[in-house]
């Protein structure tokens, strides 16, 4: 949701926290700010726009320090602007805070204060949480860590905060609950963020901070504690990785960048887990639980955008492979329907963030009630990796584009590996299927990357089609849910409205909308029901519709009926949502380019939802 940075050490903080921002601009770019301890008092500087506002602003300002705390924001409660942007700073002026969260129980916090004669500058729920906190300071006496904890014990809702004193020039406080937070370990320094990338060029060590942890850093310690005041021992993990990953490597957009990279981050994905030539698939967290999961009587899927797509296509999979009944929840409806959950249900958590508030909360809920909690994330300690049973990580590297691309194919590739696997121990497909499927899934790198190959093509399609009001996109069965993905795609880069459908429902509502504007793009890859979508092509060439085909070398009927087509290899259609997707996340790029739009921070949106 928002991003927050912080530093505390030898060095001038400023430049390490914008950098910092800057990477983790992708997280909310509605405004960012500042603040800094210098000998003087706190400093404050905050601006609405994108981290470059803030930047300029700061030129010719005093940022001498060696501590301070930035933050960049995606707009919760309060529009943005110069002033509901943070830091906030207290009334009594003594301590600044940043705040990613929602704190759902603001208001009668904020009433009792304004009774006590607290005024406020900003519509936000942070300037309440701090002045509170400043209140029970001054009402107990206490120092500011104590403050934090009597505050937060009454707090309902989701937070990751920092803090610092204007008398305290080494010293931040943080915090978390449903909102992510790293700290990293360096000598005679430390730095804190909402995830790795602002730490990775100063350090390999980090500590990911817990649930109901208070944080209590500076240059040379860091101490942990619970709300109970009780000192907790950080667990120092490695940081898996690279300084290269997070910046754009000669392409002009992390978007498309990551697009290309899915050749090699499909095959990190499948390396060491798939081998065809041992007849296996090994997912050491799937192993643990293999006879529960192939036992179970129903599997539900919990998932939110891109990853419920991803789930989608892991229905069908599993119910045709593995014979389990699988259903698939938004977990933002999951979570408050009081859905009937029973002992050895098993749950898949797809997130690529690991930290998305609704999935989160939902796996919570449901662990409570005796299900078997599987979790397929991105980000390698996240929160969703922690609190499930098992799992298995998808290994398709930082993401930075806001738009997800590589981590839904990590997701359908491991998906894919779990559903073949649980079906060969289940014995519900044979070792000769499972084999082929393997052996097919072990071809997808190299065939995306032909795929790719047809990018300048795909370019050429959308400058044709880049001044469309509508699209409409259209699939069958595993096709299905990757015109979903396509339609999403297009809604988030480039603000054109979309809608998916499977082919078949269009007769039932959306070919009212079909006249010689609209673009219709068909998920046509040779699969069982390709003679039907052939069908649904002719009934929108007969209402005189824009076809654009994604279909399989070979296909001869398809073009007759296309005013352009994308050729992609032939492939198990099992398989073949991992490929069918690349041309549509590609339309979507282009699409946004061609329209002048910020491809990598699309407006309104964040990468990581870690708030409701």
Request: aromatic letters at 6%; proline letters at 4%.
């Amino acid at each position: 949701m928002c991003g927050i940075v912080g530093y505390t050490g030898f060095r001038q903080a400023y430049p390490v926290v914008l950098k910092g921002l800057k990477r983790l601009e992708y997280r909310g770019y509605d405004s960012s700010g500042v603040a800094m301890v210098q000998p003087d008092g706190l400093a404050l500087l905050k601006k609405k726009g994108k981290v470059a506002e803030l930047e300029e602003f700061a030129i010719g300002k005093n940022l001498a320090s060696q501590i301070c705390i930035g933050h960049t924001r995606w707009a919760t409660h309060g529009e943005p602007s110069d002033r509901n942007a943070h830091p906030h700073l207290s009334q009594s002026g003594e301590i600044a805070m940043i705040h990613n969260g929602i704190i759902e129980n603001y208001a009668p916090i904020k009433a009792e204060l304004i009774k006590k004669g607290y005024t406020f500058n900003s519509d936000t729920d942070t300037e309440v949480l701090l002045n509170f906190i400043d209140d029970i300071k001054k009402e107990n006496a206490c120092t500011l860590e104590e403050a934090v904890r009597i505050a937060l014990k009454r707090i309902v809702g989701a937070y990751c905060i920092l803090l610092v004193h204007k008398d305290d020039p080494e010293t931040i406080i943080a915090a978390r609950k449903g909102s992510p937070l790293v700290i990293g370990i360096g000598k005679g320094e430390h730095f804190l963020a909402s995830d790795a990338s602002p730490i990775i060029e100063y350090t390999k060590e980090v500590v990911y901070v817990n649930d109901y942890e208070i944080a209590i850093i500076k240059p040379d310690e860091l101490i942990l504690k619970n709300l109970g005041n009780e000192k907790q021992t950080p667990f120092v993990q490695k940081l898996d990785m690279e300084l290269a990953a997070i910046e754009k490597g000669g392409y002009p957009h992390f978007m498309l960048k990551e697009i290309f990279e899915q050749p090699q981050t499909i095959f990190d994905c499948l390396r060491g887990r798939l081998l065809p030539q041992e007849n296996n698939i090994i997912l050491s967290g799937i192993d643990k639980y293999a006879a529960e999961i192939t036992a179970a009587n129903r599997i539900i899927i919990i998932a939110c955008g891109t990853s419920w797509h991803a789930g989608l296509v892991a229905e069908y999979i599993i119910e045709e492979l593995c014979r389990i009944p699988v259903e698939v929840e938004y977990a933002s409806e999951f979570r408050y329907r009081n859905p009937i959950v029973q002992k050895g249900d098993v749950i898949i958590a797809i997130s690529q963030s690991g930290e998305t508030a609704d999935t989160l909360v939902a796996i919570e809920n449901a662990k409570e009630k005796g299900a078997i909690i599987l979790g397929v994330v991105n980000v390698v300690g996240s929160s969703i990796a922690r609190l499930s049973h098992a799992g298995a990580y998808t290994h398709a590297g930082h993401e930075i584009g806001v738009a997800s691309t590589k981590a839904f194919t990590g997701q359908l590739a491991v998906l894919m590996m779990m559903a073949f696997k649980l079906g060969y121990a289940k014995g519900t497909i044979s070792q000769e299927r499972f084999t082929q499927l393997s052996q097919e899934l072990s071809t997808v790198p190299e065939k995306v990357a032909k795929v790719l190959e047809q990018d300048d093509a795909v370019k050429a399609i959308a400058l044709k089609y880049a001044d469309a009001r509508d699209f409409l996109y259209l699939g069958r069965g595993y096709n299905f849910p990757i015109a979903l993905e396509g339609a999403l795609k297009l809604k988030e880069i480039s603000y054109i409205h979309a809608e998916g459908y499977p082919a078949a429902e269009m007769k039932h509502g959306p070919i009212a909308l079909v006249d010689e504007h609209l673009p219709v793009v068909f998920v046509a890859t040779k699969d069982s029901f390709h003679e039907k979508v052939v069908s649904n092509m002719q009934e929108i060439k007969a209402r005189k519709g824009k076809i654009i085909s994604i279909i399989t070398e070979g296909d001869e009927v398809s073009p007759t009926l296309s005013d352009d087509v994308i050729v992609l290899p032939a492939i198990d259609e099992i398989i073949a949502p991992l490929i069918n997707v690349i041309p549509l996340q590609l339309l979507s790029y282009h699409i946004g380019i061609a329209k002048g739009l910020d491809v990598d921070k699309p407006r309104n949106l964040a990468k990581s939802v870690t708030v409701e």
